[in-house]
């Protein structure tokens, strides 16, 4: 099958420099608009991913998310707000960008171009064949990102990726591989827009999908988050007086007894037993 570079097409706009605002804006969104169904048809390939994501979790591994620029760092995001949402350890889910963490701001050149430097990194943080990797790239050539899953593959390290182009080497190197196909941007070859909006709803899918199946919501709830600010402890307290008949002075202790709304309402019912 040839393979043809979709997200690098020609955008259906002409003369955006001659757009007003309003124009410009409503032909992005118009554009956006066309994501989610995208996304939808790829629902296949991401439940097996998270299947796999789950089993492996629940055998003591862990999550990884490899990719360069705008895939990169869409991945150390999402990565970053697992613990504080799910409670989870700041190493089950991990985000690992070419060019380190200085690539998270700003570009470092020919970061995305050694195809051996994401397995480096993978090893610094002890990568095992009870963990998972994926590999993000919108264009599906990434040499830092291919090179690592290659890798993985010949260390029998579980892999996934997601990539917004059909065929890709990407996709044919990744054991469980998503394609979400968003054609040609607004702007041309400018994946940071549908591609990267696309990424970003896969991996919210990917990692809400695998914690809740892990255990980490409670009906609608994140019962396990992080109370790291004010507006978080009111919310929670508000959940515990949801779960229980407690006022919210009541639940506010139970909260700061107890540290999470799980343990509040878990020990709250055990009480009431004995």
Not at 21 to 49: C, R
Not at 57 to 65: A, E, P, V
Not at 111 to 140: F, P, R, Y
Not at 188 to 207: D, E, H, P
């Amino acid at each position: 099958m040839t393979f043809t570079k979709i997200t690098e097409q020609a955008s259906k706009y002409e003369h955006l420099e001659k757009m007003s605002v309003h124009e410009l804006l409503t032909n992005i969104n118009e554009e956006d608009k066309t994501v989610p169904n995208a996304v939808e048809k790829a629902i296949p390939q991401i439940e097996a991913l998270v299947a796999q994501i789950v089993a492996k979790l629940k055998l003591g591994g862990r999550l990884f998310y490899i990719g360069a620029g705008t895939s990169g760092r869409l991945g150390v995001v999402d990565a970053s707000e697992c613990p504080p949402t799910f409670g989870v350890p700041f190493d089950l889910v991990n985000g690992i960008i070419a060019g380190g963490d200085t690539a998270i701001r700003r570009a470092v050149e020919n970061a995305e171009d050694d195809a051996t430097q994401a397995w480096i990194d993978l090893k610094a943080n002890n990568i095992d064949a009870n963990d998972v990797v994926i590999g993000i790239a919108a264009s599906g050539t990434t040499p830092y990102v291919i090179g690592g899953l290659e890798t993985c593959n010949e260390n029998n390290i579980l892999t996934g990726c997601i990539t917004n182009n059909a065929g890709s080497p990407l996709a044919l190197t990744a054991q469980f591989p998503i394609e979400v196909v968003v054609g040609p941007e607004f702007i041309t070859g400018s994946s940071r827009m549908k591609a990267g909006t696309a990424q970003k709803l896969v991996l919210n899918m990917i990692s809400t999908a695998a914690m809740i199946q892990l255990g980490k919501v409670k009906g609608n709830k994140m019962v396990d988050m992080q109370l790291s600010n004010i507006k978080l402890v009111d919310r929670g307290v508000k959940m515990i007086m949801d779960e229980i008949p407690v006022s919210y002075e009541e639940g506010s202790q139970l909260l700061k007894k107890y540290g999470s709304v799980r343990n509040a309402v878990d020990n709250y019912n055990l009480q009431k037993e004995v």
